[in-house]
């Protein structure tokens, strides 16, 4: 019996697809967004407030992925934007062909940002590239502050951690301080930014966020 | 829960390398699994058992090799290692 070495990832099938996607999106001046986070935490909320502040003919899509039904697709269609549902029938995570595939269709030079809403999940999408710019964890305040700690992977990943349904802060025993900490425990360099989809306190530093994330993006367009 | 998918993925890349050597047969993968790479090992060792059962790469082992964060490893390794092949006598 021999023994050889292997170089490669277990899922460099699903890396090599998304190179070939960010390498698209780069090219077309598009910034490519993966939220993530617990069901409920209100990645749905945070996407439906973040089309309501674009105005019409924005060059803005959503490809929204759930186990089962399309009604994230119904709930973010009202606005007007294209949005295609990924319905995975059990898969707990979102991969890289299902993204190439929703794609096909839309014409990416008509695009300046793509949102991907990935399947309610902490564990499993935090595994699988999809070709985005930065991954966005949800984490709302009715969850435990330890949330970090007990799913470090996805804090560890992501760029961006958006605490949502602040305005329950009264009524809920969660302490923002110590989820900050958690946070930054796990991933120094982690943004963290407080908002509520429900009363709209916080989304002003959410859209600049995003803006100047956009603007990165033109600028980054190879001449 | 996605363990299934990543039996899949291991069992794919078996077969690729399997394919770039014929005659060769593998028996066993060696796979790195980082402490935060989000898989359960029981339960990728029971899907890889499951699928590989009902596939021409059998019997194929699968060794799962953990590796804690630290010491410059981030942890997030779901890594291909080695394989163990018997090759072609040649004679």
């Known amino acids: 019996m021999k023994r050889i070495a292997l170089e490669g990832k277990v899922l460099g099938e699903n890396d090599r697809i998304a190179a070939e996607l960010r390498q698209a999106f780069l090219e077309h001046g598009i910034l490519c ?75 990416l030079a008509k695009l300046d940002l793509l949102l991907i809403e990935n399947v309610g999940n902490l564990v499993c999408p935090t595994s699988y590239d999809l070709g985005e710019a930065a991954k966005i964890v949800v984490l709302s305040v009715t969850e435990g502050e330890d949330k970090p700690l007990k799913y470090p992977g996805i804090f560890r990943k992501a760029e961006l951690m958006i605490l949502n349904k602040t305005d329950l802060l009264p009524y809920v025993p969660f302490d923002v301080q110590t989820a900050r900490e958690n946070a930054r425990g796990i991933n120094p360099r982690i943004e963290i930014l407080e908002l509520s989809c429900q009363t709209g306190a916080g989304l002003d530093g959410w859209r600049r966020w995003l803006q100047g994330r956009m603007e990165t993006a033109r600028q980054r367009v190879p001449a | 829960m996605h363990e299934l998918g990543i039996a899949c993925s291991i069992l794919e890349a078996v077969r690729a390398e399997s394919a770039r050597r014929p005659g060769v047969r593998v028996r066993k993968v060696g796979v790195r699994i980082g402490e935060y790479s989000g898989v359960d090992t029981e339960s990728l060792r029971f899907c890889f058992e499951t699928l590989v059962k009902e596939d021409d790469l059998a019997p194929l082992a699968l060794d799962l090799e953990y590796c804690p ?20 006598e040649t004679s």
């Not at chain 1, 709930?75 to 059990?90: E, H, M």
């Not at chain 2, 964060?69 to 090759?87: C, F, K, P, V």
Request: glycine content about 10%; hydrophobic content about 35%.
């Open chain 1, 33 to 107: 967004l993966n939220f993530i986070s617990s069901p409920g935490s209100g990645k749905t909320s945070l996407l439906e407030r973040t089309l309501e502040g674009f105005a019409a003919g924005a060059r803005v899509a959503l490809l929204t992925g759930d186990i089962q039904t399309d009604n994230d697709a119904r709930r973010l269609a009202r606005f007007g934007f294209p949005v295609r549902q990924i319905t995975t029938a059990g898969a707990c995570h979102l991969d890289a062909r299902m993204v190439e595939r929703h794609l096909r269709e839309w014409d």
């Open chain 2, 69 to 88: 964060a630290g010491n410059g490893t981030r942890g997030d390794e779901l890594d291909l290692s080695y394989l163990e092949i018997e090759e072609p």
